[in-house]
């Protein structure tokens, strides 16, 4: 919402991974790091042997920024892979990137590096706060949509102009 705008959170996505009564840890899916790929197979001493074109690395959250978090298709299983959806894996285990190296990694897969946490009902608040919109996850704009349509998309999923919200309200 606009009143994040002076945040780090200012025209983000983030795919929530996991909510419950102990908090919730998401993935912001639209802010990339001026990275690639190939930068992280560098880091990492992967051998890189494939010859796709290196994807992006996104921003995934201001908390631990050296981590990296990849969301990908479920056709396979990785050392610390977890289902948050029929459609959407999260693994954070050194095995998926030599994978990717190799070209044997999944069909479709976002690499983040860091993610979004929020402490018990933090996030709640500001939802209530009015500081989140939501809407149901939507696995083609993480894995179909150009990270700079992500927005976009999100917003026209909702019926709404994001350019028309204003975060200032008014009095009649």
């Given at each position: 919402m606009p009143s994040l705008n002076d945040s780090i959170?200012?025209?983000?996505?983030?795919?929530l991974c996991d909510h419950s009564s102990d908090g919730a840890m998401g993935l912001v899916i639209n802010q990339p790091l001026g990275i690639d790929m190939t930068e992280v197979y560098k880091q990492l001493n992967c051998e890189q042997i494939?010859?796709?074109t290196p994807a992006p690395v996104l921003c995934g959250g201001p908390v631990q920024p050296e981590r990296g978090f990849i969301l990908h298709s479920p056709?396979?299983?990785?050392?610390?892979?977890?289902?948050?959806s029929d459609e959407v894996m999260l693994t954070a285990s050194r095995d998926i990137i030599e994978a990717m190296a190799r070209g044997e990694g999944?069909?479709?897969?976002?690499v983040t590096l860091g993610y979004a946490g929020w402490g018990p009902g933090q996030l709640e608040s500001e939802i209530a706060d009015n500081a989140w919109l939501t809407l149901p996850a939507d696995s083609r704009?993480?894995?179909?949509?150009?990270?700079?349509?992500?927005w976009a998309a999100a917003s026209q999923q909702l019926g709404v102009d994001m350019n028309l919200i204003s975060g200032i309200a008014g009095h009649a």
């Open positions: 959170f200012s025209h983000t996505i983030t795919y494939s010859q796709d056709e396979q299983m990785w050392d610390s892979s977890l289902a948050v999944p069909h479709k897969a976002q704009i993480i894995f179909d949509t150009p990270i700079e349509q992500r």
